[in-house]
């Protein structure tokens, strides 16, 4: 099988999800290529990646004018679609036409990769892509559809189309699966997880832990919930519990966290680390007794699916304490593998607090049911396999229907 992988950025930290679903993909022995539509790096792990440039898209001046004469029908439909509904944000609207146009500019380059299928990672500038070669050369696109996708603004733009188009739609939680499910086929809309392409050695939980040693790994953010998670700290100190917080990540909240910190008089106990590898990000969670997330539906109506760090925490035998708030709920049953806590009730977050550090038993079996439900569950190789053997049952029927 050949798949024309598209994504935003690649490879980037903030998407290491992605990496491991490439990584394994590639260990499976399809043909592979990637295109990255906006940055990232030319190689991963020595295979070649596609960094497309803005300025390619000056050949769109003779470019769009033969594919129209070409194909005129079939983009026609595509640019009727886009007057049916307005773009969630200008953002979306950018990303959008970006995929369009770089599908038509790339048209040359897709066809003589011959690909079986273009898999985009994402709803927005990818899937447009995808929709748009599609269009183009007839070869069936698939999309991924991510939280950010479906729910920031409303959706994207052209999600209902492209849903209807794509011969496939990949999710990972069922939050995601069921709201997709509403707007396309059900039959297919595939729910597959992520996975780790190999598991951390499991290790018991710290017998005793005078100070609670607790990690954050996320996006600086407003769906993460930064100034409930402050305050959770806040509480703990007031009540007396002994515990070192690291957040793990960078981004725009990076100012507004660190004055919420100083405010609260935490400096001592409450550190920013900065953006760190992969695998300094898994030494974190080897050192941690406790994982946070304090995840909260946004503004924007954006959210998070399931984070990857829950899973990579449940694996590397760190307790997690997650906000009930969309895929989380998926992997944490609260008391058996891990708990699940209001981000807006922090009494709640200093009884469990206080229960885990006093409770060596309770924090062993916590972690040994969420590593069980990893190995189960979370297994990149296993997972991207059922992934391949989808987007061929899927090419094989839209090639039987023509």
């Known amino acids: 099988m050949r798949i024309l992988y ?41 295979h070649p990646v596609t960094l497309f440039s803005k300025w390619w898209l000056l050949k769109l001046f003779y ?42 500019v790339m048209e040359r380059r897709i066809r003589e990769f011959r690909p079986d299928v273009v898999h985009c990672v994402w709803s927005s500038a990818p899937a447009a892509f995808g929709m748009m070669a599609e269009a183009l050369t007839d070869i069936p696109f698939s999309t991924g559809a991510h939280a950010y996708d479906i729910f920031e603004y409303g959706g994207d733009w052209l999600l209902p189309m492209k849903l209807e188009r794509a011969c496939l739609v990949h999710v990972s939680t069922d939050v995601a699966a069921g709201r997709i499910r509403t707007l396309c086929a059900s039959d297919k809309v595939k729910r597959i997880r992520r996975g780790l392409n190999s598991l951390p050695q499991a290790r018991l939980p710290r017998e005793l832990c005078p100070t609670l040693r607790i990690v954050c790994v996320a996006r600086l953010v407003e769906k993460k919930g930064f100034p409930y998670q402050i305050e959770i700290y806040r509480l703990l100190r007031e009540k007396g519990v002994s515990f070192e917080a690291r957040i793990v990540g960078d981004g725009p909240m990076e100012a507004e966290i660190r004055q919420l910190i100083a405010n609260a008089d935490l400096q001592g106990q409450v550190s920013l680390t900065g953006l760190l590898s992969e695998q300094e990000t898994l030494d974190q969670l080897q050192w941690a007794d406790l994982l946070v997330h304090t995840g909260i539906v946004a503004a924007s109506g954006d959210r998070d699916g399931l984070p990857n760090v829950v899973p990579e925490a449940m694996a590397s035998g760190a307790v997690v304490l997650g906000s009930p708030v969309s895929g989380v709920v998926e992997a944490i049953e609260d008391g058996e593998t891990g708990f699940l806590c209001p981000p807006w009730e922090p009494q709640v977050w200093l009884e469990r607090c206080r229960d885990l550090q006093g409770d060596f038993s309770l924090r062993e079996r ?37």
């Open 6 to 46: 598209l994504t935003t950025s690649f490879p980037v930290y903030s998407e290491t999800f992605l990496q491991r679903e490439a990584r394994a993909m590639i260990k499976a022995g399809v043909g592979f290529e990637i295109i990255s539509l906006h940055g990232g790096k030319p190689e991963f792990e020595g």
């Open 63 to 104: 470019l769009l004018p033969w594919a129209v004469f070409r194909r005129g029908r079939e983009v026609l439909e595509i640019v009727q679609a886009m007057n049916v509904r307005r773009p969630a944000s200008f953002l979306n609207l950018a990303e959008n036409l970006l995929g369009l146009g770089a599908a038509i």
């Open 366 to 402: 916590l972690a040994r049911n969420a590593r069980a439900w990893v190995e189960r569950e979370f297994v990149a190789e296993k997972n991207t396999g059922a992934l391949l053997q989808f987007l061929e049952a899927a090419t094989q029927k839209t090639a039987r229907k023509e």
